[in-house]
C-alpha cells in the first residue's frame, strides 16, 4: 500500500511540471531568449510562440502571448453551429451540455446504455465527487470492502480508511 501511495505521488509531482509556474533551467533559458517571463507560460507556449517567431506568424505568437489558447470555449451556455446540430439530432438544447457531453450521450445511445444517457442527462458528472452523498462504482466497491456506508465517506477519507486499515493489519 505504501509502495502505491508513493507511486501516485510520484506521478502528481512529475505531472504537475507541465504547469506554466513550474519553471526550470531549460524552460528559464528558452523564456529569456524570447524575452517572456518563464512562470507566465508553459514549455509547449514558449516553443510554439518561439515557432511563430521563426515563421513570422504574428497571428499565432498573439494568440499564445495572450493566453487565448487557455480560453474555455466549449462551456455550458456556448452554443456553435456543431454543437447546434449534435443537440438538434439528440433533440435536446446545445445551452444545456457541452459538445462532449453530447458526444458522450450520443454514443450512449448508439451503443443502448440507458444508465450512461441518464447520468450525461441529469448532469450527474458534473458533481463534486467530494460531496460525500455521492457514491461512485469505485468508492461503492472501497466502501464495501471496507464494510462502511460509502455516502457517508468522501473519497479521500475512504482512502484514509483504507491506508490505516492496511497499516494495522501489518
Keep these: 500500500m505504501k509502495r502505491i501511495a508513493i ?28 524575452g517572456l517571463d518563464a512562470s507566465e507560460y508553459s514549455s509547449t507556449e514558449l516553443s510554439l510562440i518561439a515557432k ?11 494568440f499564445y502571448l495572450s493566453h487565448t489558447n487557455r480560453e474555455v470555449r466549449d462551456a455550458v451556455g456556448q452554443v456553435n453551429p456543431g454543437k447546434a446540430q449534435i443537440a438538434a439530432q439528440l433533440g435536446l438544447d446545445p445551452a444545456e451540455f457541452t459538445s462532449a457531453e453530447l458526444s458522450l450521450i450520443a454514443m450512449a445511445r448508439e451503443d ?14 458534473r458533481q463534486s465527487p ?13 466502501a464495501a470492502q ?3 456506508d460509502a455516502s457517508a465517506y468522501t473519497s479521500a477519507q475512504l482512502a484514509q480508511l483504507s491506508a490505516a486499515r492496511s497499516v494495522a493489519d501489518e
Design 146 to 148: 471496507l464494510g462502511v
Design 52 to 62: 511563430a517567431r521563426k515563421d513570422a506568424d504574428h497571428k499565432a505568437e498573439a
Design 7 to 34: 507511486i501516485a505521488l510520484a506521478a502528481v509531482v512529475a505531472a504537475s511540471g507541465a504547469s506554466a509556474s513550474v519553471t526550470n533551467p531549460g524552460k528559464a533559458q528558452i523564456a529569456a531568449q524570447l
Design 130 to 142: 467530494e460531496d460525500a452523498s455521492i457514491v461512485t462504482p469505485a468508492k461503492a466497491q472501497i
Design 112 to 125: 443502448g446504455d440507458h444508465q450512461a444517457e441518464a447520468f450525461y442527462l441529469s448532469h450527474t458528472n
